[in-house]
């Protein structure tokens, strides 16, 4: 464990030695050290179970030159590509679901647009304290929650109207029914999640997931694939904002985009045989870490 | 296992558009970032100059490199990094293509309250595409 921290850090810092190189430094070290980096997070992140932008962002927006608008440019098509993939196999195997995500990506997808909006709109020192801020709270939230397969709920009378309700066969071929709860609260809670999605440029599974599950009562499979499927539409409508704003500078954006999703090939192949849980207390370290780094520096103490 | 979607469930028919329009938008995204690094299509931004322009903000970057906003990028295809900007905006396209395939499928099914979901959301997809709210660009 302490070898993946050390090479996490010793990548994380190497830009740092880079820029001491000054003009000496070639300006394809930069893609090509984002594109290792991003590899590494793209293995964690899947074994970690959370998503490659919430570890992304923080890193590079704190620990490499450029400027957070195209971090956070990159960190949402990023999640934007990595989701689009997955879905249609998640769609056939009903373990994500439409109908369930109609509701909550309309709202998302709305209030990412806002926060994207508001993320240009605001000062930059602002923007990374926050930041640091909602990374500090995500290491907690990752440390703290545990999923829960809860079946047996009570629908609400918003749940019945929409039509939120199916079934899939889970890993035991048996037949899981769902039907969700406290329907308009998860609505709301993923106007919540978009706006902080398209501000820092995050996929937010890290939220969705715990929405899905906890408040709305949907299995905890189901909650990850249709998170999935929900970041695959609400970071479209934000990326629109970064597309016309010239935020997507393709040198970071496309390097970033491969090696997250190699590394999460890597990382789902590798998942059966590595210890999750001392992965998952990587990953919670390097999220403290990486938002303590993106508070300080947007308060101006660690520039 | 998993239990397969019906093949009229228009879940299914979501399922079949992404997986078709994903395969042929990775091709293209891989296509134009060879094209674009290897120096086969010149970029519009010299790479060399790249390192002292990542560190404005975007805004800025546009004005030093006199680079378009908004939609005008569609002009510059025959840069190597617009080529990976069409790329970007082509993935951002995907998600409202097949939600505006499927409100047909959701109308055939009797599932009207999800027919118009579908609806309002290609049209929120439709208006950050075409930059139409205050601050788009």
Not at chain 1, 70 to 89: K, M
Not at chain 1, 252 to 281: K, T, Y
Not at chain 2, 34 to 52: E, H, Q
Not at chain 2, 68 to 95: C, E, Q
């Amino acid at each position: 464990m302490i070898r993946v921290i050390l090479l996490v850090a010793g990548l994380a810092l190497a830009p740092s030695a880079l820029a001491a190189g000054g003009d000496a430094a070639a300006w394809w070290a930069w893609p090509l050290a984002l594109f290792t980096l991003s590899f590494l997070l793209g293995v964690l992140a899947v074994i970690a179970g959370v998503g490659g932008g919430v570890l992304f962002v923080p890193i590079v927006g704190s620990f490499f030159p450029f400027h957070l608008d195209f971090v956070r440019g990159a960190g949402l098509v990023l999640a934007l590509a990595g989701t689009l993939a997955a879905a249609p196999t998640l769609l056939r195997s009903g373990l994500a679901s439409l109908r369930l995500v109609l509701p909550l990506a309309l709202a998302g997808s709305i209030c990412s647009l806002a926060g994207a909006l508001a993320g240009f709109a605001l000062p930059v020192n602002v923007v990374q304290s926050a930041l640091g801020l909602v990374i500090l709270a995500v290491a907690v939230l990752v440390l703290i929650t545990r999923g829960t397969d809860v079946v047996a709920i009570e629908p609400d009378a918003f749940g019945r109207l929409l039509g939120l309700n199916g079934e899939f066969n889970d890993h035991l071929q048996q037949r899981v029914q769902w039907r969700t709860r406290r329907t308009a609260l998860g609505v709301a809670a993923f106007g919540g999640i978009g706006f902080i999605g398209g501000l820092f440029g995050l996929g937010a599974g890290w939220a969705n997931v715990p929405a899905l599950n906890l408040l709305m009562g949907a299995p905890l499979k189901l909650a990850v694939g249709t998170s999935g499927l929900a970041i695959s539409i609400i970071n479209s409508s934000a990326a629109w904002v970064y597309i016309g704003r010239g935020a997507l500078l393709p040198a970071i954006a496309m390097p970033a985009i491969l090696g997250v999703m190699l590394g999460s090939r890597l990382g789902a192949h590798l998942l059966h045989g590595m210890p999750s849980v001392a992965v998952r207390r990587i990953v919670i370290a390097v999220l403290a870490i990486a938002g303590a780094r993106a508070l300080l520096r947007g308060l101006g103490v660690w520039p | 296992m998993i239990a397969p979607a019906s093949e009229r469930d228009p879940q299914h028919t979501y399922a079949r558009w992404l997986e078709l329009g994903t395969r042929i938008v990775f091709a293209f995204g891989v296509l134009a970032l060879a094209l674009y690094l290897s120096g086969l299509v010149a970029p519009l931004i010299p790479l060399r100059d790249l390192p002292s322009l990542w560190t404005l903000p975007a805004a800025e970057l546009l004005r030093e490199a006199h680079a378009p906003s908004g939609w005008a990028w569609l002009r510059y295809l025959r840069y190597g990094d617009y080529l990976n900007v069409a790329a970007i905006a082509a993935f951002s396209l995907l998600s409202l293509v097949c939600l505006a395939r499927v409100i047909r499928a959701f109308l055939r099914c009797g599932e009207r309250v999800q027919a118009l979901l579908a609806a309002l959301q290609v049209l929120v997809l439709l208006a950050a595409a075409l930059g139409a709210f205050p601050g788009a660009s």
